[in-house]
């Protein structure tokens, strides 16, 4: 078993910054690809970005190419989103999600085992 707690979103202007973090716990060596996804009302949950654990390849949503940043601390158990230029379109509630095996397809939520439950950004214009 794998336990995903978020935290760090919060409300912020158009063109601000946030930083996610993930705090993994418990069997997680057996993870091969954490990822962040997000769910805006009455939408689709949809990839947002995604990293091997061990390779350290990241695969990003075009939607956010350029702007957030990926990354881990495998000594700390931590994922990270860096998240820049942010616009409204970006506001949801942002989930951490962790798989164990190799994805081939990264942005789709049913290849992924465990989850957190969610940490809320809102972006204003």
């Known amino acids: 078993q794998v336990q995903l707690v978020e935290s760090g979103g919060d409300s912020v202007q158009a063109g601000g910054s946030l930083r996610l973090s993930c705090a993994a716990s418990?069997?997680?060596?057996?993870?091969?690809?954490m990822g962040w996804f997000r769910q805006a009302p009455g939408k689709e949950r949809e990839g947002v970005a995604s990293?091997?654990?061990?390779?350290?390849?990241?695969y990003y949503a075009d939607s956010v190419k350029a702007r957030f940043t990926i990354s881990r601390d495998n000594a700390k158990n931590t994922l990270y989103l860096q998240m820049d230029s942010l616009k409204p379109e970006d506001t949801g509630m942002y989930y951490c999600?962790?798989?164990?095996?190799?994805?081939?397809?990264?942005?789709?939520?049913?290849?992924?085992?465990?989850w957190g439950q969610g940490t809320q950004v809102t972006v204003s214009s």
């Open positions: 999600a962790a798989s164990l095996l190799f994805p081939s397809r990264w942005y789709r939520p049913d290849a992924y085992n465990y």
């Open positions: 418990g069997y997680t060596v057996s993870v091969s690809f």
């Open positions: 990293i091997e654990t061990y390779g350290g390849n990241t």
